[in-house]
């Protein structure tokens, strides 16, 4: 059973930067490529930022130039490093697989940005 874990949101302001972190726990085997996404209030959960197992990466426009997401392979984390933030980059993160199936969801972090 994987079990993901997401940390490193808060609030800040516009044009500010987080960093957010994904462990996940289980079998490694099942760690391929891995997405964070994103859920605001009212809206579907979008996928942001896509790194594959062997560290390709691939972007949504929305947040391209802004966001870079990273993994160790190790540490069976995947980072989102969030820079010149918007207010409409308001949501709560997740991440999880590229594709279905899904591993269970996380809680996700929330992150905030104010104007």
């Known amino acids: 059973q994987v079990q993901l874990v997401e940390s490193g949101g808060g609030l800040v302001q516009a044009g500010g930067s987080l960093s957010l972190s994904c462990v996940a726990s289980?079998?490694?085997?099942?760690?391929?490529?891995m997405s964070w996404y994103r859920q605001a209030p009212g809206k579907q959960r979008e996928s942001v930022a896509t790194i594959t197992a062997f560290g390709s990466t691939r972007y949504a426009d929305s947040v391209k130039g802004r966001f870079t997401i990273s993994r160790d392979n190790v540490k069976d984390t995947v980072y989102l490093q969030m820079d010149s933030l918007k207010p409409e980059d308001t949501a709560v993160y997740y991440c999880?697989?590229?594709?279905?199936?899904?591993?269970?969801w996380g809680q996700g972090t929330q992150v905030t940005v104010s104007s």
């Open positions: 999880n697989a590229v594709v279905p199936p899904f591993f269970t």
């Open positions: 289980g079998r490694r085997s099942d760690f391929n490529g």
